[in-house]
């Protein structure tokens, strides 16, 4: 896929007020740690659910990716009103933050009942793996749009002496 035929993400201004703001710095921090904290918590769920050992260390795991999950969203929207003037459902990122939002509700849904104690663990653990396979999704959006700001072309800056072409008068 060439360059020339990505989806524009940015105009210059949305471009330049995300190179300037410090959500991006701050979104570029959270979300390996997620993703870490993700590796790490569906390895526990699903050797929970194999063994049924280390149940508490997958449940409480889970709960932790919960509330780093909310940390990236509410900064995420953060920096969606900075760079795109809305918190969330920016037209560059509709559709992330659709299935950003049945993340949510996965999640938050995991700690309700996980803190209601209603659930079994089986059920529970059943819940953090489709909350984490709904997570995947989401992610495999936002690194599809990463790539696609990598490789979107910068708006052409160069003059006529840059190039050695000369102005007709």
Not at 20 to 30: C, D, I, K, N, Y
Not at 46 to 62: C, F, Y
């Amino acid at each position: 896929m060439s360059a020339s035929s990505l989806q524009v993400l940015y105009t210059p201004a949305q471009r330049a007020r995300r190179d300037a703001t410090a959500w991006t710095q701050v979104q570029g921090v959270l979300a390996p740690v997620q993703f870490l904290i993700f590796g790490i918590s569906l390895y526990l769920v699903v050797r929970s659910l194999q063994t049924g050992e280390h149940t508490d260390w997958a449940l409480t795991s889970v709960v932790l990716k919960t509330v780093v999950l909310y940390a990236i969203m509410i900064t995420g929207a953060i920096w969606e009103k900075v760079v795109f003037g809305r918190y969330l459902f920016a037209p560059a990122f509709y559709w992330e933050d659709v299935v950003s939002m049945f993340v949510m509700v996965l999640h938050t849904a995991y700690v309700w009942a996980w803190w209601q104690g209603t659930w079994s663990t089986n059920d529970l653990l059943l819940l953090a793996l489709a909350a984490y396979g709904s997570y995947a999704i989401n992610a495999a959006q936002y690194i599809r749009k990463l790539r696609m700001a990598r490789l979107q072309k910068q708006p052409s800056t160069t003059s006529l002496h840059d190039t050695g072409a000369q102005a007709s008068t």
